[in-house]
């Protein structure tokens, strides 16, 4: 688990981690906001991204959160400590790079990358940032995967 940003060296905030969400489509709505959403303790939404008004306002009038119309803009909003990349496959390397130098932590839907290539440049983006960069595996305690 990705802890906020610490008031001490040796005591972790309490606060929440403050989120902002990628892409509202299939993903971003059903699988990130939905579990997030019930960890208001420990997460909360604070801004949106998405192309489409009618999934921004719905964000907007469920988490009171931002809305932008473009991924970037979430780069630029200090509010946002983690990003979940939900967009489509094709878009996760350059966007989770951009948001891992922007000093974002990232979770980046699956597929990580497109390429071995993609795949490596986030790693070293990760790396060079400091910044945690995590993919998502939603079936990972799922009884047929405990095995």
Same mark, same amino acid.
């Given at each position: 688990?990705?802890?906020?940003?610490?008031?001490?060296?040796?005591?972790?905030?309490?606060?929440?981690?403050?989120?902002?969400?990628?892409?509202?489509?299939?993903?971003?709505?059903?699988?990130?906001?939905?579990?997030?959403?019930?960890?208001?303790?420990?997460?909360?939404? #604070?801004?949106?991204?998405?192309?489409?008004?009618?999934?921004?306002?719905?964000?907007?009038?469920?988490?009171?959160? !931002?809305?932008?119309?473009?991924?970037?803009?979430?780069?630029?909003?200090?509010?946002?400590?983690?990003?979940? #990349?939900?967009?489509?496959?094709?878009?996760?390397?350059?966007?989770?790079?951009?948001?891992?130098?922007?000093?974002?932590?990232?979770?980046?839907?699956?597929?990580?990358?497109?390429?071995?290539?993609?795949?490596?440049? !986030?790693?070293?983006?990760?790396?060079?940032?400091?910044?945690?960069?995590?993919?998502?595996?939603?079936?990972?305690?799922?009884?047929?995967?405990?095995?």
């Amino acid at each position: 688990m990705i802890m906020a940003t610490t008031t001490r060296a040796t005591e972790p905030s309490t606060a929440p981690i403050r989120v902002g969400i990628a892409g509202l489509g299939r993903s971003g709505w059903n699988i990130h906001a939905r579990l997030l959403e019930p960890l208001a303790d420990r997460y909360q939404i #604070v801004a949106v991204a998405d192309a489409d008004a009618a999934r921004r306002d719905e964000a907007v009038a469920r988490f009171d959160c !931002m809305a932008y119309d473009t991924p970037a803009a979430l780069l630029d909003d200090a509010a946002v400590e983690l990003l979940v #990349v939900a967009l489509p496959s094709h878009l996760h390397a350059d966007l989770s790079i951009a948001a891992l130098e922007a000093g974002k932590h990232v979770v980046c839907e699956k597929p990580m990358a497109t390429s071995l290539a993609g795949a490596d440049r !986030m790693v070293a983006a990760s790396e060079a940032s400091d910044r945690i960069l995590t993919i998502f595996q939603n079936r990972r305690y799922d009884p047929h995967f405990k095995k």
